[in-house]
């Protein structure tokens, strides 16, 4: 099974997103600049994930995306659902039932024995996934990488995150 790149990047951004300070944002073009991906292409996937309710997406000048749930609560299947839809991997064509040893439809009447191991291995699959969580994903990279990759990436966010102004403040702005 090949997944498509834009998985890959989801997952990173959402990793990238769980650092920003609460109620904090990070624009598009900053989270595609670090992983070196064409700002069109990585919108269409934070759009999905927005979509999806994986995100946030805050219009104006200091907005950008957040995490639209606590880490805790973002699983990998959430992510891979996102960006790839809800179809299964495998999408069974009965092409059984065609070609030159095709039989009366009679002959068909039990489950494709291919299909229904195909869904069995996706089911397994989405479990598994449904189980990792974004939290345990990030707490692995601050635990386990280069200590140079970490401070890169605490660097990058602290950089680029847009922390938002409380409404209070506004109102006193406004004054």
Not at 46 to 68: D, H, K, Q
Request: hydrophobic residues 45%; aromatic residues 6%; glycine residues 8%.
């Amino acid at each position: 099974m090949k997944l498509s790149e834009g998985v890959e990047a989801a997952i990173h951004c959402a990793a990238t997103l769980a650092g920003v300070e609460d109620g904090a944002t990070m624009p598009g073009s900053a989270l595609a600049a670090q992983f070196d991906l064409s700002p069109s292409y990585l919108l269409k996937h934070l759009n999905a994930m927005t979509a999806a309710g994986v995100l946030e997406s805050v219009p104006g000048p200091a907005g950008g995306y957040r995490l639209a749930r606590a880490p805790e609560r973002i699983s990998l299947l959430d992510i891979v659902l996102a960006v790839e839809g809800p179809q299964p991997a495998f999408r069974c064509g009965e092409i059984r039932q065609r070609g030159s040893v095709k039989l009366p439809a009679s002959a068909y009447v039990k489950p494709c024995g291919i299909n229904v191991a195909m869904l069995r291995a996706e089911k397994a699959w989405r479990a598994v996934l449904a189980s990792e969580k974004l939290s345990d994903i990030v707490a692995g990279f601050m635990n386990d990488a280069d200590p140079r990759s970490v401070a890169a990436a605490c660097a990058f966010v602290e950089r680029y995150q847009r922390p938002q102004k409380s409404s209070s403040l506004k109102r006193q702005e406004r004054k």
